[in-house]
């Protein structure tokens, strides 16, 4: 009867323990990649460079993004300092495969394509690398709810899921943290580890701005958005500004050819 009895209750604390949240971090990060984004915006975007929270270089840069079938385009122009002026960058999401980025350099008078094994490379100088600016596919990772609220920054009741790469190899961390607001699936806190399994970067949204679309949409933006690379005490923080949504661009903004003219 004893023997029963232990085995009638591991039983039960393998049911408890499977089933102990409503929902696991696999869906919690796919419900993060599916959530809607606005069809189209624009924004002028301040870019500004850090050292131990001193100010070390401001940049202005335009942006236009583009969302079709869930699969985002962004192009960026840097418009000063005359350091980065003309460099612009194209990135094209894919689906079930590496997203497509172009680079164009003014000093070469040429675009060329990012290869995927830049992928750790430094983002025109700053704490993003052109990983860091992809959106990773949810299938790459495997995903686990830590915790299933927790306050974390600006924002409070989070989802605490740790996603680790099925594939070492396809990703310059060993495993990331993610803090997602449970209303609207943003993960407004990541921290990502390196190969040796410290904490190397933070990627933290300070700001979250609803704004309304199109068809009665309403859309969470991160406003100000901040990277910090904690063994280097350097940042980069963006802030969008005059922000537009669902208003429409011109396919030719997301070409390659409009990276090197600017113009359509």
Known sequence: MK???????????????????????????????????????????QVVLAKNGKVEETRNVGEYGRCKNNLSDVVMMFLSP???????FLQKENNGKDDDKWIYLPSLKTTRRVASSEGDKAFVGTDFTYDDMSTREVGDDTHELLKESEDKGNFKDLYVVKSTPKDAK????????????????????????????????????????????????????????????????????????NL??????????FTSNFLATGRL
């Open 82 to 88: 005359a350091s980065v002026k003309g460099t612009n």
């Open 244 to 253: 537009e949504v669902d208003k429409p661009l011109p396919d030719g903004y």
């Open 3 to 45: 023997l029963l009895k232990n085995v009638l209750a591991a039983a039960v604390a393998l049911v408890l323990g499977t089933s102990a949240f409503a929902i696991d971090g696999t869906e919690i990060m796919q419900k993060a990649y599916d959530r809607q984004k606005p069809d189209f915006t624009k924004a002028a975007v």
């Open 170 to 241: 396809s990703s310059q961390y060993l495993y990331r943290i993610s803090w997602v607001t449970k209303d609207t699936f943003i993960p407004t806190y990541i921290e990502m580890y390196d190969k040796k399994g410290k904490l190397l970067k933070v990627n933290e949204v300070k700001v979250l701005k609803k704004m309304p679309g199109t068809k009665d949409r309403v859309y969470n933006v991160p406003i100000e958005n901040v990277m910090t690379n904690v063994q280097t005490n350097h940042s980069t923080t963006m802030y969008m500004k």
